[in-house]
């Protein structure tokens, strides 16, 4: 499968940005779809992540409340809804898919990545 991050951008603190991630193949709702981020000079972290069946999700504590994942299966695409940003949220996004249907938080139990997209959010 392969993916496409788009949507990010710069925004002030306190705004909102919806991330998007297109992907390709016939078995896209069979996925689970994390979403990573890297912020300059640090590790690159789990997000989010929706499960391919039932659609379950989990968040970071550091987003949770902020930020939802939504799945819309007959557009082979998975959505990021950021609010009330922080300057702590800039960084490169990244989706990613699992071939598994349930969610992980570690890096390497996903499969394939996208580029990612980057999300500055000013003071």
């Known amino acids: 499968v392969q993916l496409q991050a788009s949507g990010g951008g710069l925004v002030q603190a306190g705004g909102s940005l919806r991330l998007s991630c297109g992907a390709s193949?016939?078995?896209?709702?069979?996925?689970?779809i994390g979403w990573f981020r890297q912020a300059p000079g640090k590790e690159r972290e789990f997000v989010t992540a929706?499960?391919?069946?039932?659609?379950?999700?989990y968040y970071a504590d550091s987003v949770k409340g902020r930020f939802t994942v939504s799945r819309d299966n007959a557009k082979n695409t998975v959505y990021l809804q950021m609010n009330s940003l922080e300057p702590e949220d800039t960084a490169v996004y990244y989706c990613?898919?699992?071939?598994?249907?349930?969610?992980?938080?570690?890096?390497?139990?996903?499969?394939?990545w996208g580029q990612g997209t980057l999300v500055t959010v000013s003071s």
């Open positions: 990613a898919a699992r071939i598994n249907r349930f969610i992980a938080t570690n890096i390497d139990a996903y499969d394939y």
């Open positions: 193949g016939r078995t896209f709702s069979k996925y689970t």
């Open positions: 929706v499960s391919g069946i039932g659609g379950d999700t």
